[in-house]
């Protein structure tokens, strides 16, 4: 990992219940979640690898790694930002989510975006 501003990239997420995919009685809780990528450095970044931990309510961790997003592996210039939407189950309707994407610049300089955590929460329902 580097301090460089070179090397910089930002992740932000957005979540969804999908009530249509779950079994709110008993799970699984189905989650979508909305990914935007941008290089705020100064130097093209390819994304090479994924490293997820998803942890439940009941506080079990998964890892999930492997390459690339979404079967693609983007290469994201300076100024430009790369989108993808891909989901996970989970046993509980509560859950975490946080990782780090690992990047190769242009230059041959690795090193890791962090995917800050996020909550994934089905919504209350009103009686």
């Known amino acids: 990992m580097t301090a460089d501003s070179r090397y910089d990239i ?9 009530p249509e995919q779950s079994d709110t ?12 990528i941008r290089n705020i450095g100064r130097v093209a970044a390819q994304l090479i690898s994924r490293h997820w ?27 430009d930002q790369y989108e993808y939407q891909s989901g996970t189950p989970l046993a509980t309707p509560v859950g975490t989510m ?21 909550v994934l929460s089905m919504p209350r329902t009103l009686h």
């Open 10 to 18: 930002s992740v932000s997420v957005r979540t969804q219940f999908l």
């Open 25 to 36: 009685e008993r799970g699984p809780f189905v989650f979508a979640y909305f990914i935007t």
């Open 53 to 79: 931990i998803i942890t439940d309510a009941d506080g079990r961790s998964q890892e999930v790694k492997g390459l690339g997003v979404v079967g693609q592996q983007p290469l994201i210039k300076p100024g």
């Open 98 to 118: 946080r990782g780090t994407y690992q990047m190769v610049a242009e230059d041959g300089t690795r090193f890791d975006a962090q995917i800050p955590e996020f």
